[in-house]
């Protein structure tokens, strides 16, 4: 009975006739036979598949292994780094690859290399002539007058005396003398003839008619301001005949001309004497019409250098002309910053090495004591370079000319103090400039004798040359180029053939080591061309009357408002 039961129960569950089911086979047990044509059973056109191979075997179990087993995969990272540090182990340490790190942009000075490697391609290329086509703009404006109207009108009685120190170099001076018969004339005052302080980085001991022409001075300003040599002897014998016992004025840099008419006019008309001290940028450029017409007065037409001056000048100026005949007595005037104060101011590296270091360390502790070792204080070479703010090099200045179309035969005169180096620094601007000159070149040594050792008399004299050349480039801001072009644009009706380079633009050129002499070329005489375009802008209202002696500062004489203005009641 019971062997009956059970065959009954075994023959339900094969062919379901009656009992209970067994449950399906699980499919990752049960096994797999593949048959071509996707059939299955055991009829005679099914295939077995052919057998695997051992390495197909184990790649399979391996992956049965990772698919049944996921979490080893959180692991992955972990052998990996292990591979890895086992790998680099086993490799020899000169076969390890080395990373080379580049020099910040700006930090190298490449003008050198760049010079070597363009030196052949640029001698070949001497065709062009820049003299002759620097300047394709020409200025044309019936507004332009130049300030030359002046009043014949009897000046009223004083309101009293001012006495200024004008302290600086020789441009810093001029601006300071120019200011101060501004001021004078808006406050109907008398400008005692400015005295110059001496001071140890310039150390010259002159004095104002040493520079200046004086009694041209005051003959100019004669129906405009009252202009004296001296303080009266009565009005120090109030002071006790000692200058530091006069009241003196401590105006803020860039001060209005309404303060002093606010503040300086009541204490003038009560003391009737006093004093500034220092006074250079003591006035803001932004002043009234009559006040902007007084100030181009001054430094246009009443400041003439003294003779002795002038007249070098001229025989410098006429020799240029002579070195230049092949272009018409045509020549290019050069201003160059690269004295070692500048250099050492600027903080900027060259190629001096170890002795440059030493070089600037020195000039700054002597110059400036204490200024560059303030704790905190970072100074980044390279990122003064990119930016623009290091002095040009006699080198750099050479290149940027001859990229400019000037060929090796251009007269070139070159204003400037003691070159840092000249000897090593001077020599690549020689080669590309032949033809360049100095005061010292072009001077004997008797006849330079007499300014050899003021500073600002020699300063004079390459103003005076600079001034009547028929380009005058610009490497450096300050005081000299920015009084110099606003003189050559009143000389030349407005417009001033000045080329004033993009140094930031010049940086980058210069620090690029795959440029070549057409690229270098193409950019430098677009340079140029914007130098061209800015020669004839007019002036801005925050731009100096210096530099941009505009029309209509120049030709409004309006000197009766400036006496009702400053009338004491």
């Not at 004086?214 to 002071?239: A, C, G």
Request: hydrophobic residues 40%; positive net charge.
């Amino acid at each position: 009975m019971q062997h009956h039961a059970y065959n009954r129960l075994g023959s339900g569950g094969a062919g379901g006739g009656g009992g209970t089911p067994s449950p399906p086979a699980s499919p990752r047990r049960s096994p797999r036979i593949h048959r071509r044509g996707g059939k299955t059973g055991g009829g005679r056109g099914a295939t077995l598949a052919p057998p695997r191979t051992l390495a197909q075997r184990m790649a399979w179990m391996l992956l049965s292994l990772l698919l049944r087993r996921q979490a080893i995969f959180l692991f992955a990272p972990l052998l990996y780094v292990a591979a890895m540090i086992f790998y680099m182990g086993t490799l020899p340490l000169d076969s390890v690859p080395r990373i080379i790190s580049r020099p910040a942009p700006g930090s190298v000075y490449r003008s050198p290399m760049l010079y070597e490697r363009l030196r052949a391609d640029m001698e070949a290329d001497n065709s062009s002539d820049g003299l002759a086509t620097v300047w394709k703009h020409s200025f044309k404006d019936d507004r332009w007058r130049p300030c030359i109207n002046t009043s014949a009108d009897v000046l009223p009685d004083s309101n009293g005396y001012i006495f200024i120190e004008a302290n600086g170099g020789l441009n810093q001076q001029r601006t300071s003398i120019c200011n101060a018969v501004a001021v004078a004339g808006y406050l109907n005052a008398t400008l005692v003839i400015p005295y110059f302080p001496y001071h140890s980085i310039w150390r010259d001991p002159s004095k104002f008619n040493d520079i200046y022409d004086k009694d041209h001075f005051i003959s100019t300003l004669i129906n405009e301001v009252h202009v004296v040599d001296k303080v009266p002897e009565f009005l120090m014998e109030r002071f006790g005949n000692n200058m530091s016992n006069v009241f003196n004025f401590k105006i803020k840099a860039w001060s209005s001309i309404q303060y002093y008419k606010d503040a300086v006019l009541p204490k003038l008309a009560e003391e009737k004497l006093i004093r500034f001290s220092p006074f250079a940028n003591r006035l803001s450029f932004n002043a009234p019409s009559a006040v902007q017409r007084l100030r181009c007065l001054a430094n246009f037409e009443a400041l003439r250098f003294s003779n002795p001056i002038t007249t070098l000048a001229e025989k410098l100026v006429s020799r240029m002309k002579e070195r230049s005949v092949d272009n018409n007595g045509r020549y290019i005037a050069v201003h160059l910053r690269f004295e070692e104060d500048m250099v050492a101011f600027s903080c900027c590296i060259f190629d001096g090495g170890e002795e440059e270091k030493q070089d600037m360390i020195a000039a700054r502790e002597r110059g400036w004591r204490g200024k560059f070792t303030k704790p905190g204080r970072i100074i980044r070479p390279g990122a003064i370079r990119i930016n623009g703010k290091c002095p040009l090099t006699p080198l750099e200045v050479g290149l940027m000319l001859r990229g400019m179309g000037f060929s090796n035969d251009t007269a070139i005169y070159l204003a400037s103090g003691k070159i840092y180096k000249a000897e090593k620094t001077m020599a690549p601007l020689l080669e590309m400039f032949p033809l360049l000159q100095t005061k010292e070149t072009l001077a004997s040594a008797e006849e330079l004798a007499p300014f050899k050792n003021y500073s600002s008399r020699m300063a004079a004299i390459d103003y005076s040359v600079c001034l009547h050349s028929e380009v005058f480039v610009s490497t450096q801001g300050g005081n000299f180029p920015q009084i110099l072009i606003g003189h050559r644009r009143y000389l030349y009706g407005g417009h001033s053939k000045t080329i004033k380079p993009d140094k930031r633009k010049l940086a980058l050129l210069f620090d690029n080591p795959n440029i070549g002499w057409k690229s270098l070329k193409r950019q430098l005489l677009n340079m140029r061309a914007h130098s061209d375009a800015k020669g004839i802008e007019m002036k801005r209202p925050s731009d100096s009357i210096y530099s941009y002696p505009c029309p209509d500062c120049m030709c409004l004489s309006n000197k009766t408002e400036i006496l009702r203005s400053s009338s004491v009641r």
